[in-house]
């Protein structure tokens, strides 16, 4: 005889609402960054590129991903 998981499994809805957040984030960080498209269009090419990589890149730590993910994982906001 077997026990069926699904059975005891309920589904949370920290993880879809989780989703929606992140990508909210996600949304709301590119339209911060394309508005400041026209400021840094006026820099040379040589600027541009470390900035816009720089920008993509620091989203990771400015926005509190990984605080939303262990949320969504345990109930908690508070990070391991």
Do not use: C
Not at 29 to 40: E, H, K, N, P, T
Not at 44 to 65: A, H, K, S
């Amino acid at each position: 005889m077997s026990i069926d998981p699904r059975h005891h499994y309920k589904p949370s809805w920290r993880k879809p609402a989780g989703m929606f957040m992140i990508l909210g984030l996600i949304a709301l960080w590119a339209v911060l960054v394309g508005s400041l498209s026209g400021l840094i269009g006026r820099l040379p090419m040589i600027v541009q590129v470390p900035v816009y990589v720089f920008l993509g890149l620091i989203w990771i730590w400015i926005l509190p991903l990984k605080r939303l993910l262990s949320w969504m994982e345990t109930g908690r906001w508070r990070s391991f």
